[in-house]
Structures are given as structure tokens and as C-alpha cells.
């Protein structure tokens, strides 16, 4: 049993790989071409014909009867054939006659022809053709099948010694930029942002006129999801310029050096088509600050590719139009020189969207759908506060297959409803049936959350309360949809979600006298906000206004990945000491309001185990009649 918040789902982006379209297949290059072999063999073959037909062709037994009367004047004899030269000229050319014949080396056959006055000839059968396919053309096309897949299966694995120096850059033409900023909604800050961006691509001379120069760089930070990379190719769609997409692992192989080399080939490929933009997703993959232990005597693969990088941005002509464009969900773990002004000037927060932003991103995403005249989009963007535009993608097509599954006609706010819990909890676990005793539980532990939530002062109202199964390990969850965009919480705040959190274990131990193992998750992350606003937030009257502990933290990712403890023991000992009176207080005050109001939690709890699922206005409904 889990009180499931809202959760930020991390979205991959298609990848469009497109070739040049004005490369022609003869343009191709190579270091050698099977039709060129071809070409010289037919010509070889042409020639050789053109030699034999200088030379008459008489049978053998005519050159025997020219050998007798002295008609040849020399000869040259091979294994098979004889060729020479007659005394006797030719008629037209009156040049001496050349001539080519077969001997017969059977010498008995060739007297016993020549006593009977038989006139003979030798032929020998041609095999120029089938010589040529099978001992040449077959033999050398086969090794370079053999070649050209043995190269691309060895190029899949890094090892591609012909092109291994080569970028994996995707090129896209500016023909083939559809996406505009139309087409990327929710992130007008960034949006005009990156207006300059498009202005200086579109009409350099504006901004040269007075001296000026456009930023060498900007790199777009923001969570997973926010469309850091819709948005560098809607750049490149507005300004009309070529687009080279390529990722920052694609710079690193097992070789090393082949980082860099692709780097330089990268800005190379950019200078011959300016203006253009480089689009860079992913740089920590090759950007992380360098430092620690020296491996081998020198820098490893990623820091010289890295190197490589710092070393083609200082080296870009600020009057050309190649802008360098990237993205990270962490930049607090870039190095310092690739941030500093001169390479990436300019970091703009493509951050998750307010409510106005998820409604234009619905907007976007919906115009392709048949929405019933109920849906409305407003009401489907205050209920998913914290959604990344990859997340409501996901919710319009997730409507869009359960309105299909169920036969209708057009996607209803039911369907929404539905594709929202399931990007939130998961979907449900039709297969995993509640017995009779775990039902109850559930239930009473699900209105004590919701209880809970609607008597503290500053809680977020209730949308939903549900004990159907959902995802892993989720037996029911409480959804809470704030009313307003906030950025700020105060004490009072952090303590109501505390209580919040608590109610449903004590639901548990004042009804049915007992707990049980559902309340982990809520007791954990009470814990957690509890341990931060003694610690962090400085909100300890014991502690004062102090901080305790350097966390290196993600800052769009939100996860701690160490901590330095800065403070001593006996500070330790307070810091858990004030954790444990939040906590207790916070038990002792849920406690007391669920004893004082247990008439509501009886009929939420027999309503809910009836229902199974319950709306806010419901609830709302079911409090109001107990306290009547």
C-alpha cells in the first residue's frame, strides 16, 4: 500500500537517420570498385580480338602445303599455336600475309590425312569467358562480399579500420527539417532564447554590422523529456541550415584516439556546409570534469576527445554561421572549460512545464486525435502537474489505445482519466486479487491518507483514492492534485505532508490494532523530508538556521550521489534525535485527528472497499454526511 506522487519518466527520442540527398551512387568513394575490373577485362578481351583478326586463320594442312613449296618465310611455334608470316602478299595491302594455325601432333594421323588428300584443320574449343568468370571475376567478388561484411560487422562493434576515425553524425539537409518552434511547446523562455540563435543563422550581417558576434555555443539543460533535442532541430527548421545530430557516446570507442579524430572529422563535415548547426545530445557522455589518477601515463579516451572538443570551438570563426548546439539533464558534472564564455556561452533551462505550457504541449499532441466534446484539456492539465512533454505524449496515446481497445468512437476524459493513472501507478494488476482481510486493510489504510489530507490545513485537495493493484507493489494510492503551480514550501507545509504520509499507518493501528508492512514506503520518505528539514532546510529549533552536509546532487535528475559529512557525531546524534520528535509529533497529531474523526474514516474505508475507487467530489460527499 504506497501513496504514489506524481514520477518524471525519462523518454527516449526517434532517431531519423537520413543520407545526403544529392549524393549519386557513382559519387561514392572507395578504394576499389568491382565494374572497374570489369571494364578492364572486356577491354583486354576487345583487344586481344582486334590483334587475331590482323592474322589469317588456315588450317593446318594448308600450312604443311606451304612448308612444302617454301611459301613461309618464318613462324613461331607455341604449345598450341603456330603463328608467322608467308612469302606471299596480300592482294589489297600487298603487305606480306600473316597467318595462324593449329597444329595436329598426332604425327601418324597427320601422314595417313595427307596420303588420302584430306584437308584438315585444329581447332581449339574458347574458354576466354568462362577462364575469365571463374578464375577471376567469381574468386574477386567473393572476397569482396566476404570484405564489405566483415567490415560492417566489425564497424558495429567499433572496429571498422577503414572509416574508424570517421563521425557517426546524422545529417539532415535543410530540406528535410520540418519541425519548427510550432511544433515544440510548453518552453517560450528557451524559445526566444535560441530567437537570436535563428536570427544570427538566418542574417549574420545584422549583428556584424556593429562588431558584435554570435555565441560560439549553447547548451540546453532541463530534465529528461522537456524536448532539449525537439527543440535543436526546431532551431535548425526556423533558420533553414543543415543539422548534424549525433550523440555524445558516439565519440568514444574502444580505440584510443578515435574520439578525437571524430570530432575533427565532425567540424570539418560543418565548415564545408555553414551555416549550419551541430547538435551535441548527451554531452556529459564526453564533457565530465577531468581529473583523478593518470591511466598508462596519459589521458584516457574520453578526456582526449574531450580535449579534442574545447580545442575546434576555440578554433570556429565567430563570423561564420556554424552555431554549436547541446543538451544534458547534468550539468553540474560538466567540466569547467567547456562552460566558460568563448565555447558554450549561453545555458538555457528548458525546465518542465507550468500549466499554460502543458496546455499548449495537450494541444499539440491531441490535433491528430478524435476527442469526444466532454474532454477538456484544461482540466487534463491541472491534474498532471509535474509531466515533461514526453509524459502527456505519452498519456494522448495511451487514451488514444484504451478508447480503441474498448470500441469507441472518439477518446472521452474517461480514457484520459485511465492513461493518467497509468503513467502515475502503473497499470492495474487485473490478475492480482485482494483477499477479503488484505481488502480491508487497504482500504482503511487508504482513507487515512485521504482523511488525513483533507482535515490538515495546507495539504493538497484529494482528486482520487483507489485500492485497485497497480505497477509493482502498489495495493492502492491517494492522488493529491495541487490547485496552483508552486515553487516553495513552507514548514507548515512540510509537516501536513508529513502527516499526510503517516495517516495511513495509523489508520491501521487505531482501527484494526495492528500495522502492517504497506506503510514502508510512506514511513521512508517521511523520514527523508523529515531528515531534510533538519539538516537542509535549517527548520530545527534545536540546530538553528544550519546546514548540515555537502550532497552532490543531481539538479534535474534528483538523486544524491554522495554526501560529505561535515558535521561531527554529537551533531549526528541531534540531527537523528530531531528526526525522531518530527516523526513522533507528527504520529501523535495524526493519531488524535483520525480518533476525533473516525466516523468519516469508517464510511470512507466501507465505501472504498465497496467502490474500490473514489473521486474528490465523492469523498468530499462521504466526509460531510459523517460529520452531519
Given amino acids: 500500500m504506497k501513496k504514489t506522487d506524481f514520477q518524471v519518466s525519462n523518454k527516449k527520442p526517434e532517431v531519423h537517420i537520413n543520407k545526403p540527398a ?108 568462362r577462364d575469365l568468370l571463374f578464375v577471376w571475376v567469381i574468386p574477386f567478388a567473393i572476397i569482396f562480399l566476404l570484405w564489405g561484411v566483415l567490415s560492417r560487422k566489425m564497424g558495429s562493434a567499433g572496429m571498422n579500420f577503414l572509416n574508424i576515425g570517421k563521425n557517426k553524425a546524422h545529417i539532415h539537409a535543410e530540406t528535410e527539417q520540418q519541425v519548427t518552434f510550432k511544433d515544440a511547446a510548453g518552453v517560450d523562455e528557451a524559445k526566444q532564447e535560441l530567437g537570436e540563435v535563428i536570427e544570427f543563422l538566418r542574417n549574420p550581417e545584422h549583428f556584424q554590422r556593429l562588431g558584435g558576434h554570435m ?113 544534458t539533464n547534468r550539468p553540474e558534472v560538466l567540466d569547467k572549460a567547456l562552460l566558460r564564455p568563448g565555447r558554450f556561452d549561453r545555458q538555457i533551462v528548458v525546465d518542465k512545464p507550468d500549466f499554460k505550457g502543458r496546455m499548449d504541449i495537450l494541444k499539440i499532441h491531441t490535433a491528430e486525435l478524435k476527442l469526444a466534446p466532454d474532454v477538456d484539456l484544461g482540466i487534463i492539465a491541472r491534474r498532471t502537474p509535474g509531466f515533461v512533454g514526453a509524459d502527456l505524449a505519452n498519456v494522448a496515446n495511451e487514451a488514444a489505445i484504451l478508447a480503441a481497445r474498448m470500441n469507441r468512437e472518439a477518446i472521452t476524459t474517461g480514457d484520459f482519466e485511465a492513461a493518467i493513472d497509468r503513467v502515475i501507478a ?96 510512506d514511513l521512508e520518505r517521511a523520514s527523508e523530508l523529515a531528515r531534510d528539514m533538519a539538516s537542509t532546510y535549517g527548520m530545527s529549533e534545536e540546530l538553528g538556521p544550519i546546514t548540515f552536509g555537502k550532497k552532490e546532487k543531481s539538479l534535474f535528475l534528483g538523486t544524491n550521489f554522495a554526501e560529505e559529512k561535515n558535521y561531527s557525531e554529537e551533531t549526528a546524534r541531534v540531527i537523528d534525535k530531531e528526526v525522531t520528535r518530527v516523526i513522533q509529533e507528527s504520529y501523535q497529531r495524526v493519531r488524535k485527528l483520525l480518533q476525533e474523526n473516525r466516523a468519516a474514516l469508517d464510511s470512507l474505508a466501507t465505501e472504498l472497499e465497496e467502490k474500490e475507487v473514489l473521486s474528490g467530489e465523492e469523498v468530499e460527499a462521504i466526509i460531510k454526511g459523517a460529520k452531519a
Fill in 22 to 129: 544529392d549524393q549519386k551512387f557513382w559519387q561514392k568513394q572507395g578504394p576499389f570498385s568491382l565494374w572497374y575490373f570489369i571494364l578492364v577485362m572486356i577491354m583486354f578481351y576487345l583487344l586481344q580480338s582486334a590483334m587475331q583478326a590482323k592474322r589469317e586463320e588456315i588450317p593446318y594442312s594448308q600450312f604443311q602445303e606451304y612448308l612444302s613449296r617454301g611459301q613461309v618465310a618464318e613462324c613461331i611455334i607455341k604449345e598450341k599455336i603456330i603463328t608467322g608470316t608467308l612469302n606471299l602478299t596480300d592482294k589489297k595491302s600487298g603487305k606480306p600475309r600473316h597467318f595462324v594455325t593449329v597444329p595436329l601432333y598426332n604425327a601418324d594421323l597427320a601422314n595417313a590425312l595427307e596420303k588420302q588428300g584430306v584437308k584438315y584443320s585444329v581447332a581449339i574449343e574458347s574458354h576466354f569467358l
Fill in 215 to 327: 555565441p560560439k555555443g549553447a547548451l540546453l539543460v532541463g530534465p529528461p523529456g522537456t524536448g532539449k533535442t525537439l527543440l535543436a532541430r526546431a532551431v535548425s527548421g526556423e533558420a533553414g541550415v543543415p543539422f548534424f545530430n549525433i550523440s555524445g557516446s558516439d565519440f568514444v570507442e574502444m580505440f584510443v584516439g578515435v574520439g578525437a579524430a571524430r570530432v575533427r572529422d565532425l567540424f570539418e563535415q560543418a565548415r564545408t556546409k555553414e551555416p549550419c548547426i551541430i547538435f551535441i545530445d548527451e554531452l556529459d557522455a564526453i564533457g565530465r570534469q577531468r581529473g583523478g589518477p593518470v591511466v598508462m601515463g596519459g589521458h584516457d579516451e574520453r578526456e582526449q576527445t574531450l580535449n579534442q572538443l574545447l580545442v575546434e570551438m576555440d578554433g570556429f570563426d565567430t563570423s561564420k554561421g556554424v552555431v554549436v548546439l547541446s543538451a
Fill in 426 to 521: 502503473g497499470p492495474e494488476k487485473k490478475s492480482s486479487t485482494l483477499s477479503p482481510e488484505e481488502k480491508h486493510r487497504v482500504a482503511y489504510h487508504e482513507s487515512g491518507h485521504t482523511l488525513t489530507a483533507k482535515l490538515v490545513p495546507s495539504s493538497e485537495p484529494v482528486h482520487k483514492v483507489s485500492i485497485i493493484p497497480r505497477g509493482i507493489g502498489a495495493l492502492g494510492y491517494t492522488l493529491q492534485v495541487p490547485e496552483k503551480e508552486k515553487f516553495l514550501a513552507t514548514k507548515e507545509e512540510l509537516l501536513d505532508q508529513v502527516a499526510v504520509l503517516l495517516g495511513g499507518r495509523v489508520s491501521e493501528e487505531v482501527v484494526l490494532g495492528d500495522i502492517s508492512t504497506g506503510a514502508q514506503n
